[in-house]
């Protein structure tokens, strides 16, 4: 996951230092936050920041009484990188294809979610959204009627196709910071929200929500603090991993 972090902003840093920030955890906050601090301008700071940052998430991959039973007996208590998404991944009621690498498979991660997201509204549903978010009219036509002509097999390739790579990103970063606000709150989503109109200024401002999620999410059964870092946690990284395109698998 640290050749992922090294792909990160300082804005980036700032998100998922708060998000690891906990009161009752084996993690050292203070010292996160310190380098977080320096990183801005000290290179050795940053890759510590990226070691450190690399290391609280494994461990909260972990439930705490796990990860000290593994610290003690094998000297390391945190799980695999790949654990922590195919567990995302059941939590979320997502599938997708094992192998590649971990930046590969965040994005995978994230087009399932926003495939299943898509797929849970009607082509009409779909046409508002776009429209709301600013899309243009005539492109929204395009997608409304191969939708209804076609079905909806699979929405973001058609989404791809008639507005581009980069729009279609400005959608999956818009539906996943929508998701991610819904399990740590509007409010503390604010911050993420702005920075992407700040990266899709196309985007309409609605306020703290760009998205109208489905129902489908409402039921998140995310009760322990774990599973309210490494869900948010991996989604932004699967947005933070596409901003450069798809990996390629291995």
């Given amino acids: 996951m640290k050749t992922l972090l090294a792909k990160c902003t300082t804005e980036d840093f700032t998100y998922l230092s708060e998000t690891l920030e906990s009161y009752f955890s084996f993690t050292d906050d203070k010292k996160r936050k310190k380098l977080l601090s320096l990183s801005k301008t000290d290179t050795k700071s940053r890759e510590l920041l990226i070691e450190t940052i690399d290391s609280q998430i494994k461990y909260f991959g972990s439930s705490d009484l796990a990860y000290l039973k593994r610290h003690l007996l094998q000297g390391n208590g ?14 979320l009621k997502v599938n997708i294809k094992l192998g590649g690498s971990v930046e590969s498979r965040l994005e995978k991660l994230v087009k399932s979610v926003v495939e299943k997201e898509l797929l849970s509204k009607t082509p009409e549903e779909l046409y508002k959204a776009f429209k709301e978010m600013g899309v243009g009219d005539i492109d929204n036509e395009q997608i409304l009627e191969h939708l209804k ?14 507005l581009g790579p980069e729009i279609a990103l400005g959608i999956i970063e818009t539906i996943i910071i929508t998701l991610i606000a819904q399990i740590i709150g509007r409010e503390a989503a604010k911050q993420l929200v702005k920075e992407v109109i700040k990266r899709n200024p196309w985007l309409n401002a609605l306020g703290p929500a760009l998205w109208v999620v489905s129902g489908a999410w409402l039921a998140f059964d995310l009760q322990g603090p774990a599973y309210r870092k490494t869900v948010p946690i991996c989604l932004y990284l699967g947005i933070v991993a596409l901003r450069d395109g798809e990996e390629a698998d291995s």
């Fill in 149 to 162: 002509k076609n079905g909806k097999v699979a929405v973001l390739p058609v989404i791809v196709q008639f």
């Fill in 78 to 91: 945190a799980v695999s990188a790949s654990e922590i998404i195919e567990d995302v991944c059941e939590k």
